[in-house]
């Protein structure tokens, strides 16, 4: 059973998920950030992985550390739930269209974390989250992870629906690249012999 659990508790927040690779796209999410709540539902529900989130963070303060600790934390669950890695596609990207909206998304389970974000906004909030920390959120995940993340708003409009498209496409992305591949399910997807840091 590919599950894992984490917990991070820090000065600033506690953060407490759990995953299901092979779940269903089941979720109870409650973050106190509604828009972001929203989001990982999202990413739940369209990468087919059973996701639960608490966190209690600064949000007196801001939402930065409350975004960023529970990217880290549901990257480390990942993380924790792939183990050596082995058996899996590793490569996953996605097309996802919202409207006027389109984003690519291509993710590499490398377990070498990087981001590329290329994606802009034309106001500094959506709800009440400000859309500057959808990349930290990002950035976290693959750190986390051990991902190497490519995230690209070809063309958009509206902040909802570009925000919303690169987390249905990094769930369609990450769902492919997580499935166990059954013509090399013993094997790790590497000449290395090893998906290791």
């Known amino acids: 059973m590919r599950q894992a659990g984490v917990e991070r508790n820090t ?26 709540d929203h989001m990982l539902e999202q990413l739940s529900r369209h990468s087919l992985i059973d996701l639960e989130v608490t966190a209690d963070g600064d949000l007196h303060i801001d939402a930065h550390h409350t975004t960023e600790d529970s990217g ?55 709800g009440d989250m400000d859309t500057e920390l959808f990349k930290e959120w990002f950035a976290a995940f693959a750190q986390a992870a051990g991902a190497t993340l490519h995230v690209e708003t070809l063309y958009g409009d509206n902040n909802h629906h570009i925000v919303e498209s690169c987390f249905k496409a990094l769930a369609q992305a990450l769902r492919q690249a997580i499935e166990i591949d059954p013509r090399k399910a013993d094997a790790v997807p590497s000449t290395k012999g090893t998906l290791s840091c």
């Open 72 to 126: 880290i934390a549901i990257g480390q669950a990942v993380a924790k739930a792939l183990g050596d890695r082995k058996g899996i596609r590793r490569f996953g990207h996605a097309y996802v269209p919202m409207d006027e909206t389109l984003t690519r998304v291509a993710i590499d389970l490398s377990n070498r974390p990087h981001l590329v974000w290329r994606v802009e906004f034309r106001r500094d909030k959506v």
């Open 11 to 36: 000065t600033e927040t506690r953060v407490k998920v759990a995953v299901d690779l092979d779940g269903s796209g089941r979720y109870t999410v409650k973050t106190g950030v509604g828009f972001l």
